[in-house]
């Protein structure tokens, strides 16, 4: 009788640190997926604003819009048009891209457009759930604004900063660079520098 109490005491105290390992391994997995999430995000936004092109276009009923525009009363929260969209299949369209963020029911969402002017919009994808709000912010010449539609200067800010809180009460800050990444449109690519002892050398 006294070794069956041993055994199933053990035996409790094993089921016990067991049940404490899944939940354990379940929460560091969710802090993992949310971290991986939340990278995910930062650097798809930071690929599309350092793309960032002056190109304005227009919605399904012909409206002109800006080449960028945002803030936290604008829907989308933030609509701009992106060099850099990859061809391999050397599709009849162009290499620009517009592209909006929207917070919908929770979630931070992605929507990409299959052309720049009078097209629908394709699937939503969803880059982070969970997301109570959402406030962005643009700088231009040393001076931040809490909304975007160009100005008579520049189509562009020079930076933009997100700001959002998520279910829990954690806040996250990014700020990104704009239209640093590609050339914009219409203006030739750089030429690369005659590498030494090369310059003058006949063509």
């Known amino acids: 009788m006294i070794a069956l109490m041993i055994f199933g ?6 089921v016990a640190l067991l049940s404490f390992s899944v939940k354990a391994q379940r929460a560091g997995g969710a802090a993992l997926d949310d971290a991986g999430a939340l990278n995910r995000t930062a650097s798809i936004l930071t690929a599309d604003l350092a793309q960032a092109q002056d190109r304005p276009t227009r919605d399904v009923a012909g409206t002109l819009l800006p080449a960028m525009t945002g803030g936290s009363g604008f829907d989308p929260a933030l609509r701009l048009v992106r060099a850099g969209w990859s061809n391999p299949d050397e599709v009849a369209r162009p290499t620009l891209q517009k592209v909006e963020y929207r917070l919908n029911s929770g979630g931070l969402e992605r929507i990409a457009y299959p052309e720049l002017d009078g097209a629908a919009p394709l699937p939503a994808a969803l880059l982070l759930d969970r997301v109570k709000w959402v406030r962005w912010r643009f700088r231009y010449q040393g001076a931040w604004t809490d909304s975007w539609q160009g100005n008579d200067r520049a189509a562009l800010p020079q930076a933009a900063e997100m700001t959002l809180e998520r279910e829990g009460g954690a806040t996250y800050r990014m700020v990104f660079l704009v239209g640093t990444g590609a050339p914009r449109a219409g203006t030739p690519a750089p030429r690369p520098s005659p ?9």
């Open 9 to 14: 005491m053990i035996a409790a105290a094993g």
């Open 195 to 203: 590498t030494p002892g090369q310059a003058g050398a006949a063509s």
